[in-house]
């Protein structure tokens, strides 16, 4: 069974400042997906950003970036500029790539604030 | 356009009620998901249906009863529900392929979600 784990359960940052938010994940697949969902106070989930895992390329959305570490299974998400509407639960998930696969696997979540 | 809508936004019902939550996509995805979400927790996945064919049952009780009656349209039926049940409900969909290679799915969008409290 593959886990996900997000270490930071609270981030705090200044508006226009950088922050990294942490995500490790277990699996013994080769090919898979990963995101990160935003879910703000109306609880509708959001997704981020996506990243598979056969590209060596970290993906990239504007001011959203992930640091990709396949042999770590590490998947952080790095936001840049820091704006007041990306305060949030961020999750981790983990989605397999096969047919007849399972639903999303989430980390806990980290709470992210940002400080006007 | 990656919407996925749910009605009703809000629902209060008692133990003995019997109601239904909806959820809706035109996207052309094929996987349709339910997840049930407790305050400040992940989303677990309770049911997921693949061409409109249940695929997945996460050892849902039974007063959970989900339905898809068409590709674009998933339901969950809710009777004799009890306190502890209530979250939020959120539906997801994702597009999924077949060939002969296998098969896969791609990234799951979410609707707004049903906030249901059991009385």
């Known amino acids: 069974a593959q886990t996900v784990t997000q270490s930071q359960p609270e981030m705090s940052v200044q508006e226009a400042e950088t922050v990294t938010l942490s995500c490790t994940y277990d699996?013994?697949?080769?090919?898979?997906?990963l995101f990160w969902y935003k879910q703000p106070p109306s609880r509708q989930m959001i997704l981020v950003i996506r990243?598979?895992?056969?590209?060596?390329q970290n993906a990239t959305e504007n001011r959203f970036s992930v640091n990709f570490q396949k042999a770590a299974k590490s998947f952080s998400l790095k936001i840049s500029d820091s704006q007041l509407g990306d305060a949030a639960m961020y999750f981790c998930?983990?989605?397999?790539?096969?047919?007849?696969?399972?639903?999303?696997?989430f980390g806990k979540g980290t709470h992210l604030i940002i400080q006007p | 356009d990656t919407e996925v809508t749910q009605t009703p936004k809000h629902l209060v019902m008692g133990m003995t009620n019997k109601k239904s939550l909806k959820c809706e996509q035109h996207?052309?995805?094929?996987?349709m998901y339910w997840y049930k979400q407790k305050a400040k927790k992940p989303p677990e996945l309770m049911f997921v249906?693949?061409?409109?064919?249940?695929?997945i049952n996460e050892s849902v009780p039974s007063r959970f009863s989900p339905e898809c009656p068409n590709s674009s349209l998933l339901n969950l039926h809710l009777h004799a529900l009890q306190p502890e049940d209530s979250a939020l409900y959120l539906c997801?969909?994702?597009?999924?392929?077949?060939?002969?290679?296998?098969?896969?799915?791609?990234?799951?969008?979410f609707g707004p979600g049903t906030r249901l409290l059991v009385l």
């Open positions: 699996t013994s697949e080769s090919d898979y997906y």
């Open positions: 249906y693949s061409y409109e064919k249940l695929s």
């Open positions: 990243q598979e895992a056969y590209k060596q």
């Open positions: 996207m052309g995805h094929r996987a």
């Open positions: 997801a969909s994702s597009q999924e392929w077949v060939s002969s290679l296998g098969g896969g799915r791609e990234t799951q969008y």
């Open positions: 998930a983990y989605g397999p790539s096969g047919g007849g696969a399972d639903g999303l696997t």
